[in-house]
């Protein structure tokens, strides 16, 4: 086991590498940077009149490169780049003048509530409706249920989101939620009841929109693979030494059932936390990690996107890491030792 973990351990630095190095490789090439931004927004005055390009000379322009390194061959920054890495300093923002770590920390409450809830309410609504759809397949309730969770499948979570936000954030119906910010303004004087009730009830509208169309993927892969599991032989032995019906689904095939679903966890964990929320953040005005991450790479904020890649490629690799050592809690016969040879 140790010798696996290790091996898996020393995997990840090419891992990270390859990530870094196409990223930076790719930066090189495109148009435009943060020098030319910063040029840019100098020269449109207040009113959006455009000031002449003799307010930024060639010498300021100079100071800028310097200022942001880039008056340093591209080998040297690519090296710097990875020691500060290897010392988990993701570096300073070049538009917000801030440590990359201070704007990620900023973020971070809107992106944790999101994708925990959205995690949460994804997979203990699916699996157990899954289960359910299993044991009753082929009933009305599998059909009405399969029925519901493909229409929100393909219902558009942003589509759904300004459905949601006419008919009941103040649109032309009803105004029983709020359209902005994770909290009210004055959450820090409400008492902690209070507190907690306001939280939910900023979050309703953009968590309903982030886990409607979740539960499709989940509740089919789970009805499936308890389909696949009641079908066979060892099932119909236990049935028939005369184990009640709950005994021999939880005790006997939700172990094996559950292997296909410990595999999904990563990517379902990581993508919750990190991906696909920039619609929906944008939408209900949240500021997290989407809206940064896309905020970043439209205005060439290099520091921020290389430093959001690592980080996060650094939690999927660990994530996946931990999802594997998993199968040896959910399936005894994984022997890492073989593997690891």
Sequence with gaps: MLAYIAKRILLMVPTLLGAL??????????????????MAEARIGAGGAYKASRDIDQQQIEELKKLYGFDKPVHVRYLEMLQSFARFDLGRSFLR????????????????????????????VSIPLGVAKAVREGSRFDAATTMAVLVGYAIPGFVLGVLLIVLFAGGTFLDWF????????NWEELAWPRRIA???????????????????TVTMLTKNTFVEEIRKQYVLVARAKGLSQQR??????FRNALIPLVTGFPAAFVGAFFTGALLIETLFSLDGLGLLSYESVIRRDYPVVLGSLYLFTLIGLVVKLASDLLYVVVDP????ESVAK
């Design 21 to 38: 190095t196409v990223t930076f490789i790719v930066i090189q090439f495109v148009p435009g940077g943060p020098v030319e931004t910063l």
């Design 97 to 124: 003048n801030k440590p990359v770590w201070d704007l990620i920390k900023e973020k971070l409450p809107v992106s944790i509530s999101l994708g925990l809830w959205t995690f949460l309410i994804s997979y203990l």
């Design 178 to 185: 709020p359209l902005r910010g994770l909290v009210s303004d």
């Design 198 to 216: 306001d939280y939910f009830w900023h979050l309703t509208l953009p968590l309903i929109c982030l886990t409607i169309g979740s539960f499709a």
């Design 248 to 253: 021999v689904l939880y005790k006997h095939i």
């Design 333 to 336: 016969r994984v022997q890492f």
